[in-house]
């Protein structure tokens, strides 16, 4: 049995995203508590588990980190949009204004 690709994890929605990761956080649980018992016949799913967590949580924080930067980007444009845009004049009086510094 191979190892499950990323592919498969990037296909999947939001929603079943995280079901996927509790079932397999679930998984990893009875796996333990196998190893445990000393009912451990496929040590090895151990890996397979741990590796499709790991998957599943990666893609997880990708959209994580997406999201974030498509609400950064809508408020850096809604703020440029709400700025009126500063004349010539205002610029000219502001260099004129600068303050002299006393001695």
């Known amino acids: 049995m191979s190892l499950p690709k990323i592919k498969e994890a990037r296909e999947l ?4 995203l995280a079901e996927q990761i509790l079932a397999v956080k679930r998984q990893l649980m009875e796996l333990r508590l196998q190893q445990a018992t000393g009912r451990m016949e496929k040590p ?3 890996k397979h588990a741990k590796h499709r967590v790991a998957q599943l949580m990666t893609v997880e924080r990708e959209r994580q980190v997406v999201a974030e930067a498509e609400a950064a980007e ?3 444009a809604s703020k ?3 700025q009126p845009a500063p004349t010539a004049a205002v610029s000219q009086e502001s260099e004129a ?3 002299t510094i006393a001695q």
């Open 97 to 99: 204004a600068e303050p």
């Open 74 to 76: 809508k408020l850096a």
């Open 80 to 82: 440029e949009a709400a």
């Open 13 to 16: 929605s939001d929603a079943a």
């Open 44 to 46: 090895h799913l151990f």
